[in-house]
């Protein structure tokens, strides 16, 4: 059909337009309505998009107003944002499915249309960030999806008043890496004298070892890595996933920060490519070192915790650091395996979060002791976050055993001993904390006086979805990981 031409731009307009619309009509119902109807189409149009780059095996190319790059802007579709935008709109498709439970629960009714209105630019500016070809749009997606995080952090003060200094912190923290990031932007069009990522890419090579390219790329990198919450830059993270209303939680887990994660792709890969001076440095030294302890930290600190999202907040910068390592193997394995990882983690999580915010509904805070016995009254429920844990381990038939199995073949390519060593101690560790939870729910009696918890299939139907997608790309991982080498492929190509 002919309006799929425009495919590359809708999956963008689409909750753009809604947005406003449901600011206007301020009907909390029309409200969810529109955003389930919007986020639906928008997974169409991604998932067309993906389809018709594999079928073709070439780059779709939209122009803005008809104008070419580099004057124009232009939102390139190739085999890499092919690979990520389905994800985003899929999860964010099924978030929102989940959030007419989870926000009557959790929300001011008063502020239910300012929440749609925000969850809709937020699923925007990360589809944006992803489709565009021009790094300073990259910018103004970037804030757009940021500025609405912070707001949509921020609403869950009704329910928990450390909402609003999580939401601050995260505010202050992602402005300073935004502004990282334009600054690197500012520095790249002052040598190169273009913002079109393809046209930059090309002219960097002339510009040879200058202090301006350099600065440009510890700037660019410094605030993805702050936007992507990699250790030790990684201290918004837990406060805003945890405070922040349930379904919220959900989305920045399973998509914010992969979203950063993709965008650094792009840049380092894409636009300097593995050979600029500096890159060996900032690859092996920086991301394959910070990686490490983010893996080891990240993942000590869960098992500290007894606040369930804190616990899964605090796995998610041990999962970050996978990916990171990934990268700084700078090699296509390496890269395919942060692909992989990427997608899968994404599911992982947000069936993690929304099985704790159908909890948190009926109990507040998920704490260790208020889930004791839990799972002999919400079976359902606990069973979907048992699943998410043995995925975050690694075991076999879970999407996560396929994250793990080709980060530690990649790492074991470069004969990264110690590397693999410690990725392996850190998924080991993690069986404490999944055991924990296995402990308390399974093997505990519900205390006496406490609450009853129920649980019906609409509370518990969004977080399987997601649980049954980690098992299916568990098993059936081809697609999955076919992709994430085509996607590696298109920027390192034949270097292993």
């Known amino acids: 059909m002919n309006f799929l031409l425009h495919a590359p731009i809708l999956q963008i307009v689409v909750p753009l337009l809604v947005a406003p619309l449901i600011i206007l009509l301020r009907n909390r119902h029309i409200a969810w309505g529109l955003a389930m109807a919007s986020t639906l189409a928008t997974f169409l149009f991604t998932l067309h998009l993906f389809l018709t780059v594999n079928e073709t095996g070439e780059a779709i190319i939209y122009e803005l107003g008809n104008w070419p790059a580099p004057i124009g802007i232009v939102y390139v579709i190739d085999v890499a944002n092919a690979y990520v935008l389905p994800l985003i709109a899929g999860v964010s498709a099924i978030a929102t499915f989940a959030a007419r439970g989870l926000v009557n629960a959790e929300i001011d009714i008063r502020d239910h249309s300012l929440f749609y209105a925000a969850w809709m630019l937020t699923i925007a500016g990360m589809l944006g960030q992803v489709a565009t070809g021009d790094a300073f749009n990259i910018f103004v997606f970037l804030e757009i999806s940021s500025l609405s995080a912070y707001a949509l952090v921020a609403i869950g003060a009704g329910n928990d008043r450390r909402a609003l200094p999580a939401a601050f912190n995260y505010l202050i923290l992602g402005t300073i890496g935004a502004t990282f990031y334009v600054i690197g932007v500012g520095l790249l069009y002052m040598v190169t004298g273009t913002l079109n990522l393809v046209d930059i890419a090309q002219r960097l090579p002339a510009i040879g070892d200058t202090h301006t390219g350099f600065a440009a790329l510890a700037f660019i990198s410094l605030g993805m890595f702050l936007k992507m919450a990699l250790f030790p830059l990684h201290f918004w993270l837990v406060p805003a996933y945890s405070y922040a209303p349930s379904v919220v939680s959900a989305l920045m887990a399973a998509t914010a920060t992969k979203v950063s994660v993709y965008v650094l792709i792009r840049i380092l890969f894409g636009v300097f490519g593995v050979d600029f001076p500096g890159m060996d440095s900032l690859l092996g030294v920086v991301l394959l070192g910070l990686g490490v302890a983010g893996a080891l930290i990240g993942t000590v600190a869960a098992i500290t915790e007894t606040d369930l999202k804190r616990l899964f907040a605090q796995s998610s910068i041990a999962q970050l650091g996978y990916m990171a390592i990934g990268l700084g193997l700078a090699t296509k394995s390496g890269l395919a395996a ?16 929304l099985a704790l915010g159908a909890i948190a509904a009926q109990l507040g805070r998920v704490t260790m002791s208020n889930i004791q016995g839990a799972a002999k009254q919400i079976p359902m429920t606990i069973a979907a976050i048992l699943f998410g844990g043995m995925a975050l381990i690694g075991l076999p038939l879970t999407a996560g055993f396929i994250s ?79 992709a994430a080498f085509s996607a590696a492929d298109l920027f390192i190509g034949g270097n292993q």
């Not at 530690?408 to 999944?434: D, H, N, P, Q």
């Open 338 to 353: 942060t692909f992989i990882n990427l997608f899968n983690h994404a599911l992982i999580k947000g069936a993690i979060f």
């Open 404 to 482: 793990k199995l080709y980060l530690l073949r990649a790492i074991l390519e470069e004969g990264a001993w110690v590397v693999a060593v410690f990725t392996v101690m850190s998924s080991i560790l993690a069986l404490i904390y999944v055991w924990k939870i296995i402990e308390v729910a399974y093997l505990n009696d519900r205390p006496k006086g406490a609450p009853v918890l129920t649980e019906t299939p609409a509370q518990w139907i969004s977080a399987w979805v997601l649980v049954a997608a980690t098992i299916y790309f568990g098993v059936q991982a081809e697609i999955i990981v076919d």
